[in-house]
């Protein structure tokens, strides 16, 4: 009995292709035709491998990179399952367009193509009825500067992660100095918070077996939650209160997190980022707190 090739995972359909285009070429049929088959091709200067990809339908999909096309699976895997919807691939956006200066220069339009974009569920509204928002994804730049961006935050946690939590509660502290409930809570926080940092080390080092250091962590992180909650109850519409909490959280994720981040950690991203402004030669992260770091996108970032 034959196999239809759209019945084979993704992975094994490209596969799949190739190899019948290889027995082709062996019996004189030339290679299967491709929509890119007209244009030479040239090297990437990333030296990436390009990829395929062939969809339910038969149609092909390549990719730039293993990178991109493994995100691609990966998207389409939370399509199916109802976690994101309505993705597109390399769609194109007007960052800036087109105009005639005061000196009567035209100045071209800033075009900037994102590899995916999607929409996935942000929160609940009062009905709890999901609000769903854009995502714009680069896996390259994406990936790449969030490492960058979090081992630089990582190791210059004394010059810009102290430093600004440091002054955000002294504002904080100034302004809520009459309430010792506050007061309290967040001497708590404090120690709750250096002691997950404190368990987060001897784990780092070796010195705490894992499962051990699993329940350390859950107890911890059940305390935490606990004090925040009373703390937000305490909160309620103080605006300078909830910056520093969120900034709280952003630099414990850090200060908790791996010393060096080697590969791209989806989770720690959507805990750290708030947003990202995409510019033609850099990305801006804004974390969660109020602190700003860009990333430049071109071949000499380092």
């Known amino acids: 009995m034959g196999i239809d090739v759209k019945d084979l995972p993704p992975a094994y359909q490209a596969q799949a292709l190739r190899k019948w285009a290889e027995q082709e070429r062996k019996k004189g049929r030339g290679p299967i035709p491709s929509p890119a088959a007209d244009a030479p091709s040239k090297a990437s200067k990333y030296h990436n491998k390009p990829t395929e990809r062939v969809t339910a339908s038969g149609i092909v999909i390549r990719f730039d990179s293993q990178k991109e096309a493994r995100r691609y699976d990966e998207l389409m895997v939370m399509l199916q399952a109802g976690k994101i919807r309505d993705l597109r691939l390399q769609v194109d956006f007007t960052l800036q367009e087109a105009y005639t200066d005061n000196a009567g220069k035209r100045v071209r339009a800033i075009r900037y193509k994102a590899d995916f974009t999607y929409q996935k569920p942000k929160f609940a509204d009062k009905n709890g009825e999901w609000i769903w928002g854009l995502v714009v ?11 960058q961006m979090y081992n630089k935050l990582r190791l210059h946690d004394g010059i810009i992660l102290r430093p600004a939590l440091g002054q955000m509660e002294a504002l904080e502290t100034a302004v809520q100095r009459d309430n010792p409930a506050m007061l309290e809570v967040n001497r708590a926080i404090a120690q709750a918070t250096e002691r997950g940092y404190k368990i987060s080390k001897l784990r780092t080092n070796d010195l705490l077996d894992a ?3 699993a ?4 107890a911890n992180t059940a305390q935490l ?3 925040r909650a009373k703390r937000r109850r ?4 103080d605006d300078i209160g909830e910056a520093a909490e969120a900034l709280r959280q952003t630099v414990d994720a850090i200060r908790q997190g791996p010393e060096r981040l080697d590969n791209f950690d989806e989770a720690l991203f959507e805990e750290l980022v708030e947003q990202i402004v995409v510019s033609p030669t850099a990305l801006r992260f804004r974390l969660y707190g109020g602190i700003e770091v860009t990333e430049r996108i071109g071949e000499d970032a380092k």
Not at 137 to 147: C, G
Not at 234 to 237: I, R, S
């Open 225 to 227: 939650t606990q004090l």
């Open 234 to 237: 305490l909160l309620k519409n």
């Open 137 to 147: 994804e680069d896996v390259k730049s994406r990936a790449t500067r969030t490492k």
């Open 215 to 218: 329940a350390q962590i859950a």
């Open 211 to 213: 499962d051990a250091c």
